[in-house]
């Protein structure tokens, strides 16, 4: 099967006819942040719709802070907003509107993926799953993230109910790698119908293996900085000190139990200095977030896209540093485009059973 060329539309500044995708994706990221070449691309998963061309441009700022108290009655520590910049990533949104070619399209690049990372969301009034966001990994950027919109997909006896039935069955194939936080497999239950079960591809669940990674990066950086030490400082007194204290400084202790599982946006926070922002957690899924017609303002609608787009590849931005066993120091020295490309997969240690 030929690869696809992927690509962006072109600058706001430029043409004023966008897509659902690429209109909504631009609208929280500032183009004066591309470079020519980059503004002169065209996105292949386009169809015309300039509604939401410059709405929300304050998504566009990568230094936002955000201070937050820690538990433990430590002065504030500011925090910068987790964002990926608009040329590392494309959003698709999967409903009655996309086009067969745009559909088409997406099946030529999930058929080069063979890492994912995944996210879902329901409806705040009844709990029922209503989107579903997947973020692929392919071998060269950019990563798509794919937002199949439940309640508003085309009708099932057409092609393109079938095509995105297709779309499901490739990317949950055998071979394939989903990762997720939290239990994915209970989490798919209600969307069984588009999935072929059991599910051949391996679902890993980074989230229970968060503390062991957190606690053993902790030890990490108290040797690095241990040695450092000795190396520097003369007096014993200082180093025996230190020795019987075997803590990391510079990042705070877990503030969860034992066995306890970590949130997403306190792994961010506590490993990368990153804040996540969950505001739109609880939202009204169920409601389209591209139609026109759609219940929500465009204002809702824009701050729901760019928490559901980044809540997922928040999961994608923690995948490496758990599997690859990171340290502090690399974690501060990655490229964050380099956090959205294939890599090869390690196989997660077993988790400690749990005593009663």
Same mark, same amino acid.
């Given at each position: 099967?030929?690869?696809?060329?992927?690509?962006?539309?072109?600058?706001?500044?430029?043409?004023?006819?966008?897509?659902?995708?690429?209109?909504?994706?631009r609208?929280?990221?500032?183009?004066?942040?591309?470079?020519?070449?980059?503004?002169?691309r065209?996105?292949?998963?386009? #169809?015309?719709?300039?509604?939401?061309?410059?709405?929300?441009?304050?998504?566009?700022? #990568?230094?936002?802070?955000?201070?937050?108290?820690?538990?433990?009655?430590?002065?504030?520590?500011?925090?910068?907003?987790?964002?990926?910049?608009?040329?590392?990533?494309?959003i698709?949104?999967?409903n009655?509107? #996309?086009?067969?070619?745009?559909?088409?399209?997406?099946?030529?690049h999930?058929?080069?993926?063979?890492?994912?990372?995944?996210?879902?969301?329901?409806?705040?009034?009844?709990?029922?799953?209503?989107?579903?966001q997947i973020?692929? $990994?392919?071998?060269?950027?950019?990563?798509?993230?794919?937002?199949?919109?439940?309640?508003?997909?085309?009708?099932?006896?057409?092609?393109?109910?079938?095509? $995105?039935?297709?779309l499901?069955?490739?990317?949950?194939?055998?071979g394939?790698?989903?990762?997720?936080?939290?239990?994915?497999?209970?989490?798919?239950?209600?969307?069984?119908?588009?999935? /072929?079960?059991? $599910?051949?591809?391996?679902?890993?669940? /980074?989230?229970?293996?968060?503390?062991?990674?957190? #606690?053993?990066?902790?030890?990490?950086?108290?040797?690095?900085?241990?040695?450092?030490?000795?190396?520097?400082?003369?007096d014993?007194? $200082?180093?025996?000190?230190?020795?019987?204290?075997?803590?990391?400084?510079?990042?705070?202790?877990?503030?969860?139990?034992?066995?306890?599982?970590?949130?997403?946006?306190?792994?961010?926070?506590?490993?990368?200095?990153?804040f996540?922002?969950?505001?739109?957690?609880?939202?009204?899924?169920s409601?389209?977030?591209?139609?026109r017609?759609?219940?929500?303002?465009?204002?809702?609608?824009?701050?729901?896209?760019?928490?559901?787009?980044?809540?997922?590849?928040?999961?994608?931005?923690?995948?490496?540093?758990?599997?690859?066993?990171?340290?502090?120091?690399?974690?501060?020295?990655?490229?964050?485009?380099?956090?959205?490309?294939?890599?090869?997969?390690?196989?997660?240690?077993?988790?400690?059973?749990?005593?009663?």
């Open positions: 099967m030929p690869k696809p060329n992927y690509s962006h539309h072109s600058s706001p500044r430029r043409s004023r006819s966008h897509s659902h995708y690429s209109s909504s994706h609208s929280y990221h500032s183009s004066s942040h591309r470079s020519p070449s980059h503004q002169q065209r996105s292949q998963y386009s #169809t015309t719709n300039s509604n939401h061309v410059q709405q929300h441009q304050h998504y566009s700022s #990568t230094t936002t802070t955000t201070s937050k108290s820690n538990q433990r009655g430590q002065p504030q520590e500011t925090y910068s907003t987790f964002h990926v910049h608009s040329s590392d990533y494309e698709v949104f999967v009655h509107e #996309t086009s067969t070619n745009s559909l088409n399209k997406l099946l030529n999930v058929n080069l993926c063979k890492q994912y990372s995944i996210d879902t969301e329901s409806e705040k009034t009844n709990n029922q799953l209503s989107l579903i973020n692929s $990994i392919p071998f060269k950027p950019p990563s798509l993230v794919v937002l199949f919109e439940l309640q508003h997909l085309p009708d099932r006896n057409s092609q393109k109910y079938d095509n $995105i039935l297709q499901f069955q490739i990317i949950f194939r055998a394939n790698e989903i990762y997720s936080w939290g239990n994915m497999q209970l989490k798919l239950e209600p969307a069984k119908e588009f999935l /072929i079960l059991p $599910i051949a591809a391996v679902l890993i669940d /980074i989230q229970p293996h968060f503390s062991t990674w957190y #606690t053993r990066a902790r030890t990490q950086c108290w040797v690095q900085s241990l040695s450092y030490r000795n190396d520097k400082i003369n014993n007194a $200082i180093i025996q000190q230190h020795n019987q204290h075997p803590s990391c400084d510079c990042h705070p202790p877990s503030p969860y139990k034992i066995n306890e599982l970590w949130s997403l946006q306190n792994s961010l926070k506590y490993a990368c200095n990153l996540l922002d969950k505001s739109c957690r609880l939202s009204h899924w409601s389209s977030l591209t139609s017609h759609s219940s929500l303002s465009d204002v809702t609608r824009m701050n729901m896209i760019h928490y559901a787009t980044h809540d997922v590849m928040a999961v994608t931005l923690l995948m490496q540093p758990i599997t690859e066993r990171w340290t502090f120091d690399k974690i501060k020295l990655r490229k964050m485009n380099e956090m959205f490309v294939a890599f090869t997969s390690i196989r997660l240690p077993a988790l400690p059973s749990l005593k009663n």
